[in-house]
């Protein structure tokens, strides 16, 4: 199977290929000599940059996700994050953070791998922040970060995550905006949702508040979702809401947005006003 996916002629077949050997590879892994093992881990990183069919490259993905799974927590894999660095530094850094996502739930699905956090956030953060001029590489580490965030499930991925990816996922939300990329502006909410699933409440609330008070500078499909959000805070996590002393900053903001009047123009638009539903 790893033979089909690396040189078989037809796209399909080594898309189909890399999706068997998936499921079978943890089960032969242990049978293959050192020496083989190495080999196969020097192939499918070859394999990864050279698939130029999607289907297929993330099947390869899917395969490197689970020797990762395998190998990472016992040190038998040491070159995969420097070259997932050096990848999402090259001119096509998109393929790095593709890769990221489809192998997250093997890769984080083994807890001796829970250490690699601090490396994958560093990784991901560079390419949020990245200066050249290619929405192409924020859109995909977005992706990715979607497959990530559910694995950062305590209170020090929690302190990784907010000192680390957060900041500069603020500021592409903010770019998103700007630019009216209606895109990545949902695949942030998404990332958010998941968030909600994990324990960065109060840091949510946070965001969806500052987001919800901005009444001329954020389109109210933003500020609905952000209202949403505060919403499901309220609903599904009041003892969060009160152990982090939350509520008088929630009523600072609801109360304000729930006096707000607009114009007949303005209101003619919407099936229900900032007002309206933040009361």
Not at 133 to 139: A, I, L
Not at 140 to 162: I, N, S, T, W
Not at 231 to 253: D, K, N, S
């Amino acid at each position: 199977l790893l033979e089909l996916m690396m040189k078989a002629e037809a796209p399909v077949i080594r898309q189909l290929a890399g999706v068997m050997a998936r499921k079978g590879v943890a089960t032969a892994w242990g049978r293959f000599p050192e020496e083989m093992q190495r080999g196969v881990q020097a192939a499918l990183l070859q394999r990864i940059e050279a698939e130029a069919y999607e289907p297929a490259r993330n099947a390869v993905a899917g395969v490197i996700g689970r020797v990762a799974s395998i190998t990472m927590a016992v040190g038998r894999w040491p070159e995969l994050l420097p070259y997932l660095d050096a990848l999402a530094r090259s001119p096509e850094p998109q393929k790095a953070m593709k890769l990221f996502g489809t192998a997250a739930a093997s890769l984080f699905a083994n807890s001796a791998n829970r250490g690699l956090k601090p490396a994958v956030c560093r990784v991901l953060a560079d390419a949020l922040a990245d200066a050249r001029n290619s929405g192409r590489v924020k859109q995909a580490a977005l992706g990715a970060l979607v497959h990530v965030v559910p694995y950062f499930d305590c209170e020090r991925d929690v302190v990784l995550f907010r000192d680390g990816v957060m900041p500069h996922l603020l500021a592409v939300l903010q770019q998103a905006l700007a630019a009216g990329n209606a895109g990545a502006v949902t695949t942030v909410f998404e990332v958010f949702d998941e968030l909600l699933e994990v324990r960065c409440v109060p840091l949510l609330a946070r965001v969806a508040l500052e987001l919800a008070a901005q009444q001329r500078c954020v389109p109210f499909s933003l500020r609905y979702r952000a209202l949403t959000l505060i919403e499901w805070i309220v609903t599904y996590r009041p003892r969060a809401v009160m152990q982090h002393g939350m509520l008088p900053a929630i009523m600072a903001v609801l109360f304000p947005v729930s006096a707000e009047t607009l114009s007949a123009s303005e209101r003619a638009d919407l099936d229900v006003t900032p007002h309206q539903y933040a009361a």
